[in-house]
Structure formats: C-alpha cells, structure tokens
C-alpha cells in the first residue's frame, strides 16, 4: 500500500529566506507526483507535476525534484513571501491507479 | 477561481438529515472524483467516475451516496450521517489518462451534529 509522509508538518520561516518542503512514498511504481497548495478552507491549487519519467520542474519561485527510486520528492520555494504562506501538499499517482495518494502536508507561514 | 465549482460551500446537517452536494466542471473533462479531508489526516479517496460509470469506491459506507447524470457534474447524497462524517469534501476533476493532473473545487466544509 501506497504511503506519502510530509517533513516537517510545519515550518516558520522570515520573508526572503529560501526553503525545502521534503515528501517521500513508499511504492517507487508511481505515474508521477504534483504539489499543490491549499489555502485555509479553500480547495487544492497544483503547483508542480512532475512524471515519473522527469527528474524536476520549475515554476518561477519554485522548484521540485523527483528521485523515483528513493522515493523523495524536494519543493524548493526560494526568496519566500508572506503570500506563500499555506499548506503544501504531496501526492503521488500509483501506477495502475487513477487516484492520488496525498501526504498529510506542510504548513508554511512566512513572516514579513 | 478554478474550473470547478461545488454548492453549498458550507453545510450544518443533523444525523437524521438527507442532503447533497453538488460539483460542477467546466473543463470538458470526462472525469470526476470525491475526497474527503479530515482533520490531521491525508486526503482520501472516495469515489471515481470515468465517463458518466462509477470505476472506484473506496470502501465507503453506504450513508454515502455519488450519482453522476454526465460527465459535468456529479453529486454526493448524505442521509444518517455520523459526527465523524465532519470535513471537506472536495470534487475533482481531469481527463482519463495517466499522465493528467486533477483540478479541484473550494470543497464543502460539512458539520454533523
């Protein structure tokens, strides 16, 4: 059974400073993994999709990394701002599966 | 705003209620999911509809009831629900292939007293 962990489930950081939010999984067979965002009490936003063929992917500010055999994915969010601040969510999609399986999430708050 | 609107946004029922959920895509995707958010747990999979056919029911009880009339809409029927039932309860949808993200609603916050 597929299983997705989040580290650390929150993280406090200052404005400008340069983060890493960390997920692993357990079963290596997966199609790919996205991040996404949610803010409080509002649905997911994906931010990156990364396939299981891809090593990462970059949008603007931010960057995620997939190493498949680990079983470790990176979202590195460089220069943080107050309007990062969220949880970010890892999920995977299993191989012969439609579904996502989600990390339980960060929870980032960036200071101004 | 994504392309996946869901009503009402927030529901208070009692355990002896019958209500729905509705979600509605506007993408021209062929297929729609639930989730369903607890507290301090992972979002899990409920349902799956692939082309109007329900393809994945993840164990969920019965008192948990989809319907999916075509593939821009689908439906959540509640009846005798349980306080642990309380959550967000998200919609999603995308195409039918492996490599396509899913797009998700606002979600329902539902309260069970």
């Known amino acids: 059974k597929q299983e997705v962990t989040q580290i650390p489930a929150a993280l406090s950081v200052p404005e400008g400073e340069n983060l890493v939010l960390n997920c692993s999984f357990t079963d290596s067979a997966i199609y790919n993994l996205q991040w996404f965002r949610q803010d409080p009490g509002k649905g997911l936003t994906s931010l990156l999709l990364i396939q299981s063929s891809q090593r990462e992917q970059t949008s603007g500010r931010l960057n995620a990394s997939l190493d498949k055999s680990s079983g470790r994915s990176t979202l590195y969010i460089a220069a943080s701002q107050p309007g990062d601040s969220a949880t970010y969510l890892c999920a995977v999609k299993p191989t012969g599966f439609q579904k996502l399986v989600f990390g339980t999430g960060t929870r980032l708050l960036v200071s101004p | 705003e994504t392309g996946v609107t869901q009503t009402p946004r927030h529901l208070v029922m009692g355990m002896t209620n019958k209500k729905s959920l509705k979600c509605e895509q506007h993408?021209?995707?062929?297929?729609m999911y639930w989730y369903k958010q607890s507290a301090k747990k992972p979002l899990e999979l409920m349902f799956v509809y692939n082309f109007k056919e329900q393809t994945e029911n993840n164990s969920v009880p019965s008192r948990f009831s989809p319907e999916c009339p075509n593939s821009s809409h689908l439906f959540l029927h509640l009846h005798t629900l349980q306080p642990e039932d309380s959550a967000l309860y998200l919609c999603?949808?995308?195409?039918?292939?492996?490599?396509?993200?899913?797009?998700f609603g606002p979600g329902t916050r539902l309260l069970v007293l």
């Open positions: 999603a949808s995308s195409q039918v292939t492996r490599e396509e993200t899913q797009y």
């Open positions: 993408l021209g995707h062929n297929a």
